[in-house]
């Protein structure tokens, strides 16, 4: 049977409107960031986007490229402000009830985790440096469905604080303060590799309450 014109053009239309609400693919380059903070490093990380081998008994994850920053002012000196970087990449479903151990409400829940690897050593205040191509590797989940997983980063570390010294006290004798930090870098896109819109939209609008 024929199809008339007008039906042929009406199909047509279909399908060029179903292709424009296809979640878009991810884009390569820089595709995960975390928020700037004045307390804590910013992560920007290249995630390889060749399949991630969802069928066997691992994922592996290869960041292509990426770098860490760390805020303020540089000072001049060589004295280090954040130290001991480690990275995690975790494979997350959508939150669930009942928060964290904290009781605080999250947006996500770890499903997998890899080991933690050291990238960087540490960082000057105001210092920006690449950490080069990083591999991790996940044991796969028994049972989760990639349109509905995402990955997360975690960078853990060290923030050095040196406290204000009296007046006429010697430089290498001010106190000096260790604290831990944590930071999250969240993907928008699913490991299915296609972006979500709506997460990538709650980042937009607050990051932390999202990510």
Known sequence: MRISR???VTLL???????CVRPA????????????????PTARLAVALAPLGLAGDTIDVVIDSGSLSVPGVPLGDTAVSMRGFHLTALIVGPGR???????????WHALAQSDSLRVLD?????????????????????AFDPKKTWLVFRITGIAVARIARMEGEQVDAAPVREMRFRVYACADWSL??????????????????AC
């Open 6 to 8: 007008i039906s042929a």
């Open 13 to 19: 239309l279909i399908c060029a409107l179903t292709a």
């Open 25 to 40: 693919a991810v884009s390569s380059g820089v595709n995960i960031s975390s928020d700037g903070s004045d307390y804590s």
């Open 97 to 107: 009830a009942g928060g964290d151990a904290g009781g605080l409400p999250r947006p």
């Open 122 to 142: 540490g960082l000057r205040r105001g210092e920006h440096r690449a950490i080069g191509t990083v591999r991790l590797r996940i044991a796969r989940p028994v």
């Open 192 to 209: 299915a590799g296609r972006v979500d819109r709506t997460r990538s939209r709650q980042m937009r609008v607050s990051y932390l309450a």
